[in-house]
């Protein structure tokens, strides 16, 4: 074993992890990356499907973001926005965010994750309707197999029941209504009248909750760590006229979705969402460095800003000068690349029309896409999309195959996801899809 790799075991906690499995075998140690490629320690070249964890947008090399850190290192390595101060890199980089953000959204505030992200919303939604004079508007409404993070409040209004159960005291006034999964829970035809369905079980819960005890909805407009789970396309507007309705905040976190993933900027552009607050991290860097913000509404702001009490809110890392330096040269060369162009009108479609090919293999009960996210559906039976046994741990081993195969996939239960680089090409593209064949296969083989 690498030394490095005992010492790693002896030493260091993985996040989600089982220690004594992951001890035993040693974890897979990346040395270096390059484009969208990484590198293990036996130098093997793994191209990264995953884009780290749905972060890496602009591949591993891009030196705008390498010198934008470098040059802010030397001028001022760290200062904070506490006590009335701020610095040119937080200040530019609000105003940018204005601007690429969906329209309405002029207003951030800086976390230093997707999670503190999260823990930020439930104080500011509640900070916002207490300032309404409403401080019964307390709910909020998530949905089954959500992720908003990790910490307590993330945990929470996700919907992973694993980590309600493991995590104990959960945030209370949170609840959870299903989401809109199509696959094993309808046919095809039945998508739109089941994506309306989910949609209702917002209002349903509204009414039962009584609108002036609902604060708010949240949810990511494409489910991600949940299975990448691409809502029908009737049910976002049911869920916007829902919140509207009953005045209730949406909340979009598009951790995931945000900076270009769905061929938008966002995914609320995408599919029409008009978030009050809209929850982003991840890309914001490329995952260069952490950094995350939500965004709030020009109505919701003008109520903040109205109130006289102090917002008892904020990290040492909020809008660090570094990090943000770093997503103001993201953006810039996003902008330069014109990359969310190329994604939706080049790169999607053709990762799509190459991705529904795997559709025809055998382990294969639906191959879907939208944008950069995609996931296959592993089943026994493609004709009743019967599973197989989960004690096969069919999707785990499916994944391990594909790293052999020089595939970073990951597995949600029996769902393979990928949410590749944006500036992924057609070549690679083709690559990424042999490889994941190739994975199939041995899985298939090996049953
Ligand atoms: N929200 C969503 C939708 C996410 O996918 C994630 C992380 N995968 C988070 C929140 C949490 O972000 P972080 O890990 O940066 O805390």
């Given at each position: 074993m690498n030394p490095l790799v005992k010492q790693d075991a002896e030493h260091c906690f993985h996040p989600f992890s089982n220690y004594s499995e992951l001890n035993a075998k040693g974890a897979r140690m990346i040395e270096r990356a390059q484009g969208i490629y990484i590198y293990d320690d036996a130098g093997r070249e793994i191209l990264d499907a995953m884009s780290g964890l749905w972060c890496t947008n602009m591949g591993y090399s891009c030196e705008p973001l390498i010198n934008a850190a470098t040059e802010q290192m030397k001028k001022l390595p760290y200062y904070n926005l506490f006590f009335q101060s701020t610095h040119p890199p937080a200040a530019e980089l609000s105003t940018l965010l204005a601007e690429v953000t969906p329209e309405g959204l002029n207003h951030v505030f800086f976390t230093g994750s997707g999670s503190e992200c999260n823990d930020t919303v439930i104080r500011m939604v509640r900070y916002y309707w207490n300032a309404k004079g409403k401080a019964d508007k307390k709910t909020i409404i998530s949905r089954r197999?959500?992720?908003?993070?990790?910490?307590i409040a993330g945990a929470s209004l996700g919907g992973m029941v694993p980590m309600h159960q493991q995590t104990g005291c959960i945030v209370p006034d949170i609840v959870h209504i299903d989401q809109p999964n199509t696959f094993g829970d309808c046919s095809a035809e039945e998508r739109e009248k089941l994506g309306l369905e989910r949609a209702q079980q917002l209002e349903l819960a509204i009414k039962k909750l009584g609108e002036d005890n609902v604060a708010a909805f949240i949810a990511e407009p494409i489910q991600g760590a949940g299975g990448v789970i691409i809502p029908p396309d009737s049910y976002w507007p049911e869920i916007q006229r829902i919140c509207d309705k009953y005045e209730i905040l949406l909340i979009a976190d598009e951790v995931i979705c945000g900076f270009g993933r769905t061929g938008e900027w966002f995914a609320s552009d995408t599919y029409n969402i008009k978030p009050d607050l809209l929850c982003m991290a991840k890309g914001i860097t490329s995952g260069y460095l952490p950094l995350g913000g939500v965004m709030v509404a020009d109505e919701v702001a003008e109520v903040l800003k109205a109130t006289d009490s102090e917002f008892t809110h904020g990290f040492t890392y909020s809008g660090h000068p570094v990090a943000c330096a770093v997503a103001i040269a993201n953006i810039k060369e996003m902008q330069r690349q014109d990359i969310v162009t190329k994604v939706r009108e080049e790169i999607a479609p053709y990762l799509a029309e190459k991705w529904a090919e795997l559709a025809e293999h055998p382990l294969v009960g639906e191959a879907r896409s939208k944008g950069m996210v995609a996931a296959l559906e592993l089943v026994q039976d493609k004709t009743t999309n019967q599973r197989y046994d989960k004690s096969l741990e069919i999707g785990a081993k499916c994944r391990d195959y594909c790293i052999e195969a020089g595939l970073v996939m990951r597995a949600v239960g029996d769902t393979m996801i990928i949410a590749p680089p944006l500036i992924i090409t057609k070549e690679e593209i083709d690559l990424l899809v042999s490889r994941a064949k190739k994975a199939l296969d041995t899985t298939l083989n090996s049953l």
């Open positions: 197999n959500a992720y908003h993070g990790s910490t």
